[in-house]
Structure formats: C-alpha cells, structure tokens
T-cell receptor, first 114, second 111 residues
Framework: GAVVSQHPSRVICKSGTSVKIECRSLDFQATTMFWYRQFPKQSLMLMATSNEGSKATYEQGVEKDKFLINHASLTLSTLTVTSAHPEDSSFYIC??????????FGPGTRLLVL | AQSVTQPDIHITVSEGASLELRCNYS??????LFWYVQSPGQGLQLLLKYFSGDTLVQGIKGFEAEFKRSQSSFNLRKPSVHWSDAAEYFC?????????FGTGTRLTVIP
C-alpha cells in the first residue's frame, strides 16, 4: 500500500510553454500533498503544500503564479509550470500524506526546458 | 529551529561489509524520524520510521536505525551491504506537514 504515481516521468518542452505534472495517490486518500524540487546531487526543497479543496501554501521564494498547484480531489494534485524557462529544468517530486506522520513519495518528473 | 545533518556526503563500502549512516537532528518537540532511499532518477522510498516506543526500529531491505535522544541521532545501519543498496540516503525529521530533510549521503558499494 501507499503508492504514489507521477505523470509524466520525463518531459521536454520549449521555453515559454506550460507543463502540467500529475501526482496521484493510487491506494489511499490524501488530504495533503506536497511538491518538492530537487537539484542535481542536492536534497529536496519543499515548494508548496497542497490541500484538497483549498489553495496551496507556497514556501518562501516560490512564485505561486509560476507554479500553479491544484488539488481537486483526494487522490490527485497537479503542478503546472507556466511559461517555463531553462532555469525551471529540474527534478520535481510529489508526496502524499497517508497519515498525520508519514509522507509517501512519487517517482519524480524530470523536466527539461529548451 | 528544525534541522537535519548528515555529516557524510559520500560513503564507499565493500559488498558484504557493514554500514552505518549518520544523522543528527535539531527539533523543538518530540521528533518523528525517517530514513528514505533514492535510486538515481527515482523518487524516495521509505526505509523506516520512528515515532515512539522501542528506540531500535527495523525497516525494509534489512535496514535498522536507532534513536538516541541524548545524542539527537538516528543512525541507519545494515549488517551486510548488497550491491543493490548503492543509492542516495536521506534522513528526515518532522511529521506529515513539516518534513525536514538532510542533504543526503551517497552510498557506493564496491565488489
């Protein structure tokens, strides 16, 4: 149990376009999901906390208008990178809170903006 | 302030040898502690977690970790490393809504 999926696993896009990444909890309901960004050989940086049915909470320094988060159901959260630029290229990982204490992570999405 | 320190950036061990990855934390309340493993290009897999009770916790893949409150540590151990254990290991402290990660320890396993 506690499986989280992400789609797509890898995406390449042109600068200026928007990219949507989906995060799904497959076998449990998650009122809270999280979006992280990971730079090469570094740890995870929390970008935002997504709560079902309400606005996401963004960490300091994360542009909410650039990284749009929608958590429309208890099993799905989406991250849309709007007007992507090469500096947005990164590894994006989502997680879902199955219980109050534990996050389960998706396999990640590699974004490359040309 | 909450923080997690993994002092070893990179560790190399021989296959079959024992392993210990260090983790020290700073947390204002009773911590929830986690170890995750990340293979290249993959997400994070939960190895084990500590909430309360027995300070020695068993996880998947033969890993265990010991919580030592007096040392603010939660070191990960494995008695005999397998080549498939080569990965990045992250220690984390907090809970479902406030998880703080260490910078990770990269484990290389040599034949």
């Amino acid at each position: 149990g506690a499986v989280v999926s992400q789609h797509p696993s890898r995406v390449i896009c042109k600068s200026g376009t928007s990219v949507k990444i989906e995060c799904r909890s497959l076998d449990f309901q998650a009122t809270t999901m999280f979006w992280y960004r990971q730079f090469p050989k570094q740890s995870l940086m929390l970008m935002a906390t997504s709560n079902e049915g309400s606005k996401a909470t963004y960490e300091q320094g994360v542009e909410k208008d650039k990284f749009l988060i929608n958590h429309a159901s208890l099993t799905l959260s989406t991250l849309t990178v709007t007007s992507a630029h090469p500096e947005d290229s990164s590894f994006y990982i989502c997680s879902a809170a199955r219980t109050r204490e534990t996050q389960y992570f998706g396999p990640g999405t590699r974004l490359l903006v040309l | 302030a909450q923080s997690v320190t993994q002092p070893d950036i990179h560790i190399t061990v021989s296959e079959g040898a024992s392993l210990e990855l260090r983790c020290n934390y700073s947390y204002g309340a009773t911590p929830y502690l986690f170890w995750y493993v990340q293979s290249p290009g993959q997400g994070l897999q939960l190895l084990l977690k500590y909430f309360s009770g027995d300070t020695l916790v068993q996880g998947i893949k033969g890993f265990e970790a010991e919580f030592k409150r007096s040392q603010s540590s939660f070191n990960l151990r494995k008695p005999s490393v397998h080549w498939s254990d080569a990965a990045e290991y992250f220690c984390a402290v907090g809970g479902a809504n406030n998880l703080f990660f260490g910078t990770g320890t990269r484990l290389t396993v040599i034949p």
